[in-house]
Antibody
Framework: EEQLVESGGGLVQPGGSLRLSCAAS????????MSWVRQAPGKGLEWVAY????????YYMDSVKGRFTISRDNAKNSLYLQMNSLRAEDTAVYYC???????????????WGQGTLVTVSS | EIVMTQSPATLSASPGERATLSCRAS??????LAWYQQKPGQAPRLLIY???TRATGIPARFSGSGSVTEFTLTISSLQSEDFALYYC??????????FGQGTRLEIK
């Protein structure tokens, strides 16, 4: 059974850093594109970042470019999101999500983790 | 950036009724459109992709239609477990991948 489990969320002060992790199991992790999607409290879904199977291609939403870095370790079946210079508006539940396949037109999300809450506040 | 607009923001309906949710794209997304259901405290669940293909395990009462810029999610006969938030998402032209703002389906 495919499973994604996030960890690493918590309370951090503005300007601080946090590293989120997502452990994948039940599928061949190295075959899939992956993304992080976030949801601010009471708000809708917002795509944050994507990474190709081998980590060679990455995209980010504009507001996190230069502050967040997505990475993966296929040997550990793990996805990461390094978040620096955090702002109050980054407060959200962060989900890791599997793309249904590899390719632009497979970039919908067929499996999601349960999410990890990041709160940026002083 | 492709902007996705869902309507209505809230839909009130009774169990057994038919529900129709709409999603409009600011430019063509062809049929590269997905629908998700989200219940409180849970992650989103994929319902429909490629505008009209049901995901694995999704009941037949859920159906999707449309193409280009206008899309519809129809729930033919509402069950109690269907009252939730619904989001559409385009994956035709990205980055960024974009979602609609959501439609809340509530019990009348």
């Amino acid at each position: 059974e495919e499973q994604l489990v996030e960890s690493g969320g918590g309370l951090v002060q503005p300007g601080g850093s946090l590293r989120l992790s997502c452990a994948a199991s039940g599928f061949i992790f190295s075959n899939y594109w992956m993304s992080w999607v976030r949801q601010a409290p009471g708000k809708g879904l917002e795509w944050v970042a994507y990474i190709q199977q081998d980590g060679g291609q990455k995209y980010y939403m504009d507001s996190v470019k230069g502050r967040f870095t997505i990475s993966r370790d296929n040997a550990k079946n793990s996805l990461y999101l390094q978040m620096n210079s955090l702002r109050a508006e980054d407060t959200a539940v962060y989900y890791c999500a599997r793309h249904r396949g590899s390719g632009t037109y497979y970039s919908l999300f067929d499996y999601w983790g349960q999410g990890t809450l990041v709160t940026v506040s002083s | 950036e492709i902007v996705m607009t869902q309507s209505p923001a809230t839909l009130s309906a009774s169990p057994g009724e038919r529900a129709t949710l709409s999603c409009r794209a600011s430019q063509s997304v062809s049929s590269n459109l997905a629908w998700y259901q989200q219940k409180p405290g849970q992650a989103p669940r994929l319902l429909i992709y490629d505008a009209s293909t049901r995901a694995t395990g999704i009941p037949a009462r859920f159906s999707g239609s449309g193409s280009v810029t206008e899309f519809t999610l129809t729930i033919s006969s509402l069950q109690s477990e269907d009252f939730a938030l619904y989001y559409c998402q385009q994956y035709n032209n990205w980055p960024p991948i974009t979602f609609g703002q959501g439609t809340r389906l509530e019990i009348k």
